[in-house]
């Protein structure tokens, strides 16, 4: 059996996966109802609750988790008793802010610069080699653009300050990025690891609205050489997704997320083995799946509400993920998977499922 901490859609959509393997799943979720919950055997309490966690560790053959906010000693405690992947490390690191981008500085991965700054008297100090626009984020607990504030010029820089105040905080410079990108990889037990096409992402209000696969894309080895860097350094075992921007074919990154990944959902139809299932694969230590590409693929986020399901349906080579979860503001609730035998026809199923996506976000 399976553990995972979290009972969200991509605790689903790992358990969705494994089904056909034969794979049972445990996940422990607060929610009375997790949308994973109807896949496998739901532990409902907080992610604290020991009683809980020891109930998962004597019952489960290994342990993952969907989401990188879980407290890093309940991994420690979980790992006394049965296997954890990814590691306590991992967590960690991807966990805080300046300790992630100190820990790309020290592998030799680009960043934007940065600062740590405690006071608005220091983050005046820095401001000067930052420069303008800058983005303030808090170091712990930010995701689709939770935690962040912008600075255009001087004159609002104390009110982006005073929005994050009492949250520790770094400061980053804007970089004249092309587009942004992601790469995602798994690695196994045994060190084995697989890469998949970059994929070319676009976000609105801090949230991901569409991931598109990049077959033979120039920078792929730059960034597979940028990510295995992270995996050996870490130890690491599972997905890891690796966010990057494109500075005219120098990639520089932003973060990274140590499991499963939104720009990574196109995999599940448009790959010959998606990343839920090499996550799998990975923490069992079985052989890694061919990610290669079929064809042309790409993802559609639905946020706040899902369209007409009869109008998505009608789209040619589309597939609908619904997550179970009632409609809310700027909430993650389905996606649609779309492939193609050509870019055009790719292009055109993108450009339906935008507009249908437009009749319910709210965000």
Known sequence: MIGILGGGQLARMLALAGKPLGLQFMFLDPADEACASELGEHLQGDYTDRALLAQMAERCDVVTYEFENVPVE????????TPVYPSAKALAVGQDRLTEKNFFRKLGIATAPYYAVDSFERLQEVMPEIGWPAILKTRRFGYDGKGQAISRSAADLQQAWRELEGSPV???????????????????????IVYYPLSENQHRGGILRLAKSCDN????????????RLLEALDYVGVLALELFDLDGHLVANEFAPRVHNSGHWTIEGSETSQFENHLRAILDQPLGNTKTRGFAAMQNFI???PSLKEVLALSEVHMHLYNKTPRKGRKVAHATIRSDTPEALSGRIAALAKLAEQTDDS
Do not use: T
Request: charge should be negative; aromatic fraction near 6%; hydrophobic fraction near 50%.
């Open 74 to 81: 309940i991994i420690d405690f979980i790992a006394e008793k």
């Open 170 to 192: 770094i400061v980053e410079g804007f970089v004249p990025f092309r587009r942004e990108v992601s790469i995602i990889a798994a690695r196994n037990i045994s060190g084995a």
């Open 304 to 306: 706040g509400g899902v």
């Open 217 to 228: 894309d120039p920078l792929q080895s730059q960034a597979e050489s940028m990510i295995a």
